[in-house]
């Protein structure tokens, strides 16, 4: 049996948590917790760590050479950031775009789109 400790994040109370795992990597107990979106967290974090991308890609626009924040619209396996920011390197946005507009279907996994975080004209 192990334990991990954690600092759930899912609202700003910040509950430290102490999670208790079995040799196989199960999930045996989460304690410290106040409501049950901190256990279903640790259980994530654990067994299944998902993190939503952030960056930013280079646009043109009718002003000239931007950076346009972008994200995916669902967390992503946190072991794909690293090939999710490959990718991203070679990415370039074109104006216009709107907020929330998908630049890329279906990226790192299917169901999951790369989309704009500000409008450019
Ligand atoms: S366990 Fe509940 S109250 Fe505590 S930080 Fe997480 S969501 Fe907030």
């Given at each position: 049996?192990?334990?991990?400790?954690?600092?759930c994040v899912v609202c700003p109370a910040g509950?430290?948590?102490?999670?208790?795992?079995?040799?196989?990597?199960?999930?045996?107990?989460?304690e410290g917790n106040t409501?049950?979106?901190?256990?279903?967290y640790a259980?994530?974090?654990?067994t299944h760590p998902v993190r939503t991308l952030t960056s930013t890609v280079p646009m043109k626009t009718a002003a000239g050479k931007k950076m346009l924040?972008?994200?995916?619209?669902?967390?992503?396996?946190?072991?794909?950031?690293?090939?999710?920011?490959e990718i991203l390197h070679g990415?370039?946005?074109q104006a216009p775009v709107k907020t929330g507009e998908v630049l890329i279907a279906d990226f790192?996994?299917?169901?999951?789109?790369?989309?704009?975080?500000r409008d450019e004209i």
């Amino acid at each position: 049996m192990t334990t991990r400790e954690l600092t759930c994040v899912v609202c700003p109370a910040g509950c430290r948590m102490t999670v208790t795992l079995d040799d196989g990597g199960t999930v045996l107990e989460v304690e410290g917790n106040t409501c049950a979106r901190g256990k279903n967290y640790a259980v994530s974090e654990i067994t299944h760590p998902v993190r939503t991308l952030t960056s930013t890609v280079p646009m043109k626009t009718a002003a000239g050479k931007k950076m346009l924040p972008v994200r995916t619209d669902k967390p992503i396996p946190k072991e794909k950031l690293f090939e999710a920011m490959e990718i991203l390197h070679g990415v370039k946005a074109q104006a216009p775009v709107k907020t929330g507009e998908v630049l890329i279907a279906d990226f790192i996994e299917p169901g999951t789109n790369l989309i704009a975080c500000r409008d450019e004209i």
